[in-house]
């Protein structure tokens, strides 16, 4: 299990099954909030079965999932999709809207950035963001994240923009 410290008080920690409950209940507390700009976490996780589940047996056995521990609390979480032959990882989050404006994403997904990129040593990093997901689309900048291009996913609506972020030499 990897656990990483961000600051003090806000801390990620490897998904468990003993976190399950946790889980389910912040996607449960949060379903409108997820189901935002095309996000499919909250059809995914419909009990906490299905979160364990995912755990176990994940769907993509290259994601590292983290939580976002915050004072003790189960705030969101970040995760890093890494393809270590392609030199590549893809970055993702939520955040239960309860916690949000409180920087949580933004430092959690630094600390996962720079993970990726001095542990991993993969030299590209992405993320893909809704159009309309102004929050988001400042944490990536603010992140050095530059936009790369815009795209259409099948059965959303509205553009995504790619964001990326290269290891610097």
Do not use: C
């Amino acid at each position: 299990m990897i656990i990483l410290e961000v600051e003090r008080g806000i801390g990620l920690r490897q998904f468990s099954i003993a976190d399950a409950p946790y889980i389910f209940e912040l996607i449960d507390g949060n379903r409108e909030h997820l189901s935002q700009y095309g996000d499919d976490t909250a059809g995914k996780y419909l009990n906490v079965g299905s979160v364990i589940r995912s755990i176990r047996n994940p769907v993509n056995t290259n994601r590292l999932r983290f939580g976002i521990w915050y004072f003790g609390n189960l705030t969101g979480s970040v995760n890093l999709t890494v393809d270590v032959d392609k030199n590549h990882a893809r970055l993702g989050y939520y955040l239960g809207a309860q916690f949000q404006g409180k920087g949580l994403i933004a430092k959690s997904a630094k600390r996962l950035v720079l993970y990726a990129l001095n542990v991993k040593n993969v030299k590209l990093v992405d993320a893909e963001v809704h159009e309309d997901n102004a929050r988001s689309i400042r944490v990536l900048e603010r992140l050095l994240f530059i936009k790369s291009g815009t795209f259409v996913k099948p059965k959303t609506e509205g553009n995504f923009l790619l964001y990326v972020r290269a290891k610097k030499r």
